[in-house]
């Protein structure tokens, strides 16, 4: 590398939890006031519950370079490396002018949604406080999910609050370099990248390995992504959903009906400004057949059509249990009842994943486990635990906002039978599973080191 980062991914901090919002926003306006010449920490807008929205701008170099946190609210461990990297870029003259970028960093860019889930930042991870504290937005609520798009005959263009607030501000910036900081739960570690660069890839998969996190062989999170290299992807937008969508699509229908949100902020800004995009994904709960490349003695697609059965189940206890309180819901106020909307819609939609499994001769070919444990075992984790978290909080949101004593008994039941399906859950999961909750500071690396490597290719290139 132009510059030697090892001592800078040498000292990050042993964090034992996760940063709140109010504590990032503390830090960032601390950081501006002890390094005036070299940060400008800037409100870019307020969200929809009123809470502003902070950007850093740190140095003062040829290119720019966006930086931001919670795309997705229950995903923070950017969070900590926009944090710890705002530091080091402010500290180290050296560090900062190396890269001659100007970095705007968003800590998080989704305030609203990062205060719901900071019930699990504080004290020991694991699966249960992670479930019944967790919150996503439904799709049409995400911020990296809500750009505008023209594409065929999809035509979104409501974008939220938060996300006219970042396409000013990449509309403004026209950055060179994109880092959205999403984040797994379960896996391994795993790229997407919007071109192929293949002088990174082992760099890539050391930074990776250095911290004992194997890279994720398993199933790809969308059944059409693009691989560039084992657990390296194409970035992935609206454009690839909608012709997946249309080419297994009943005769007659359009992908249009079916899709609700608008694409990402790199598809969003790649027509105009083209810059190079990275996303890396990291967990936070590891099990060591991620990377077991083992074949087993069924079929891919046996083992996926299982997994599509059991979200069936899933669907249907989400259903029985809504139907018990629906009268009781506030379904204008309260987050987590539209955001089941978006799990039941997506559990509702698996017959095209089906058809095209079905259809395609590649499934013929028998399952490593690594693919087994993304199918049979990972989705209960991400189809089923959390799934029925966001039920939980569904009753547990009405609870707290009613008196009367005949509903808080309806809402009780349905809470209780919730929460018992959590523990459930959590009870297979711990009988499956040899796992680890990973070092944030481990995290933070992957993710740091990860936008460096790719940084230093292109100002080498």
Not at 93 to 117: A, C, Q
Not at 145 to 156: M, Q, S, V
Not at 232 to 238: D, P, R
Not at 422 to 439: G, T
Request: proline share 5%.
């Amino acid at each position: 590398m132009s510059y030697n980062f090892k001592k800078i991914l040498e000292e990050i901090p042993n964090y034992n939890s996760f940063l709140t919002i109010d504590e990032l926003d503390k830090k960032s306006y601390l950081l501006a006031y002890k390094y005036p010449e070299i940060v400008n920490t800037f409100v870019m807008g307020y969200t929809r519950n009123n809470l502003p929205i902070l950007c850093l701008k740190i140095g003062k170099g040829s290119k720019k370079a966006l930086l931001y946190g919670c795309p997705h609210p229950n995903e923070p461990i950017g969070t900590m490396m926009l944090d710890y990297l705002s530091e080091s870029l402010a500290s180290n003259k050296e560090f900062r002018e190396s890269m001659d970028y100007t970095f705007y960093i968003i800590k998080s860019v989704d305030p609203d949604g990062t205060k719901l889930n900071e019930g699990w930042f504080k004290g020991e991870i694991s699966l249960r406080s992670y479930a019944k504290n967790f919150y996503r937005p439904e799709s049409t609520a995400q911020v990296d999910w809500t750009f505008p798009i023209k594409y065929k005959d999809l035509n979104f263009d409501k974008p939220i609050k938060e996300t006219e607030y970042l396409m000013k501000l990449i509309d403004d910036v026209k950055p060179d370099f994109m880092y959205p900081l999403h984040n797994a739960g379960f896996g391994g570690t795993y790229w997407y990248l919007s071109e192929s660069i293949p002088e990174v890839y082992d760099a890539l998969y050391n930074a990776s390995n250095e911290v004992n996190i194997p890279v994720h062989l398993g199933e790809p999170e969308m059944p059409f992504i693009k691989k560039f290299a084992p657990g390296i992807f194409k970035m992935v937008g609206a454009k690839q959903i909608y012709d997946f969508m249309e080419k297994y699509s009943s005769p007659g229908s359009s992908p249009a009906d079916n899709i609700k949100n608008g694409t990402c902020s790199h598809e969003y800004a790649e027509n105009t400004y083209k810059p190079f995009s990275v996303m890396t994904e990291i967990p936070y709960f590891l099990d060591e057949r991620v990377c077991d490349l083992n074949k087993t003695t069924i079929t891919r697609r046996e083992s996926l059509l299982k997994s599509y059965d059991y979200q069936d189940k899933t669907l249907d206890f989400i259903r029985d249990n809504l139907k018990m309180f629906s009268p009781l819901i506030d379904e204008l106020h309260n987050p987590f009842y539209k955001a089941i909307q978006m799990y039941i819609s997506a559990l509702s939609s698996n017959d095209i994943n089906k058809k095209m499994i079905q259809e395609n001769k590649e499934y013929d070919n028998l399952a490593t486990n690594a693919e087994v444990f993304d199918s049979l075992i990972k989705s209960k984790f991400y189809m089923g635990i959390l799934v029925i978290g966001v039920l939980h909080r569904i009753s547990e949101y009405e609870l707290k906002r009613t008196d009367k004593s005949s509903d808080k008994t309806l809402l009780d039941k349905a809470n209780e039978l919730a929460l018992k399906k959590i523990d459930e859950i959590a009870d297979e999961l711990d009988s499956e599973l040899n796992y680890r909750v990973l070092k944030i500071k481990n995290l933070i690396k992957v993710q740091l080191e990860t936008g460096l490597i790719v940084l230093d290719y292109l100002n080498n290139k």
